[in-house]
T-cell receptor, first 110, second 116 residues
């Protein structure tokens, strides 16, 4: 079945460092891809998405490009802030529900 | 309310007890989803509704799990004869209309169930 694999955390960075969180997927057809974020004490919320190959999703300085040839959707940010500390979930959808990865915790220190 | 509301936020049950978890979706949202999130894992799909119709319950782990949404708004997830492996955070999410599926779900903060 469809699945998502994320790099394990925690990822620990200093403020203003470059961030990459790897995500690869296995799916039939042409799924849509998503990154969701969970800040401490809050519910999951959509960060960005891409619906077809080569699309780039972006939001709040984060970016991810839908790479069909490598079945990947890596999350990147050029300069992280302390306020980016959260758990990040990669997800895919082939129909009408989301399939999530296990999540990657990001900790950013000043 | 402004967001998805879940109650109780925390529930401790003795093994064998029945529990009921409530979800109030965003007003006007047609679709409602339940997910189970074990410690250190990502959310796992349980079931979803469009209005009062339960369209997919393929993720419910056993017949001890039952969900309903009788009036197409509030939903209840019921777990009968709880077992220790049921300990998890149960997440509810809603979206405006499944016919224009965008993948954007609005999640509540979850109900954390601990079975002793």
């Amino acid at each position: 079945g469809d699945s998502v694999t994320q790099m394990e955390g925690p990822v620990t960075l200093s403020e203003e460092a470059f961030l990459t969180i790897n995500c690869t997927y296995t799916a039939t057809g042409y799924p849509s891809l998503f990154w969701y974020v969970q800040y401490p004490g809050e519910g999951l919320q959509l960060l960005l998405k891409a619906t077809k190959a080569d699309d780039k999703g972006s939001n709040k300085g984060f970016e991810a490009t839908y790479r069909k040839e490598t079945t990947s959707f890596h999350l990147e940010k050029g300069s992280v802030q302390v306020s980016d500390s959260a758990v990040y979930f990669c997800a895919l959808s082939n129909t009408d529900k989301l399939i999530f990865g296990t999540g990657t915790r990001l900790q950013v220190f000043p | 309310g402004a967001g998805v509301s879940q109650s109780p936020r925390y529930k401790v049950a003795k093994r064998g007890q029945d529990v009921a978890l409530r979800c109030d979706p965003i007003s006007g949202h047609v679709s409602l989803f339940w997910y189970q999130q074990a410690l250190g894992q990502g959310p796992e799909f349980l079931t979803y509704f469009q209005n009062e119709a339960q369209l997919d319950k393929s993720g419910l782990p056993s017949d001890r799990f039952f969900a309903e949404r009788p009036e197409g708004s509030v939903s209840t997830l019921k777990i009968q004869r709880t077992q220790q492996e049921d300990s998890a955070v149960y997440l509810c999410a809603s979206s405006l209309d499944w016919r224009e599926w965008t993948g954007e779900l609005f999640f509540g903060e979850g109900s954390r169930l601990t079975v002793l």
